[in-house]
């Protein structure tokens, strides 16, 4: 069975950093493409950041400059390193596995990053 278990969330303030993993188990994602979305309270869920198996990034325009993903195949984990953090990067942050044509084939549960003014 395929697990996604993102970690790391939480309060900060604004200006501050958090650091978000994600560790998948149950199969390997090496040859996978990895991503990063969000959804806010009343808003639907947004594409963040996502990572080839080859390690090429995209970042959607409002976290661009300020979010890294990464990836440790051997740990078969993806993380999410925000920066510069905005009251409106406050969302769950939900981490996704396998990119397939029709969508992401696996997500985890999500996290709370809360994001204080």
């Known amino acids: 069975q395929v697990q996604l278990v993102e970690s790391g969330g939480g309060l900060v303030q604004a200006g501050g950093s958090l650091r978000l993993s994600c560790a998948a188990s149950?199969?390997?994602?090496?040859?996978?493409?990895m991503g990063w979305f969000r959804q806010a309270p009343g808003k639907e869920r947004e594409f963040v950041a996502a990572?080839?198996?080859?390690?090429?990034?995209t970042y959607s325009a409002e976290v661009q400059g300020r979010f890294t993903i990464s990836r440790d195949n051997a740990r078969n984990t993806v993380y999410l390193q925000m920066n510069s953090l905005k009251p409106e990067d406050t969302a769950v942050y939900y981490c996704?596995?396998?990119?397939?044509?029709?969508?992401?084939?696996?997500w985890g549960q999500g996290t709370q990053v809360t994001v204080s003014s």
């Open positions: 996704a596995a396998d990119r397939l044509t029709t969508g992401w084939n696996y």
């Open positions: 149950g199969r390997t994602f090496s040859r996978s493409a």
């Open positions: 990572i080839s198996w080859t390690g090429g990034r």
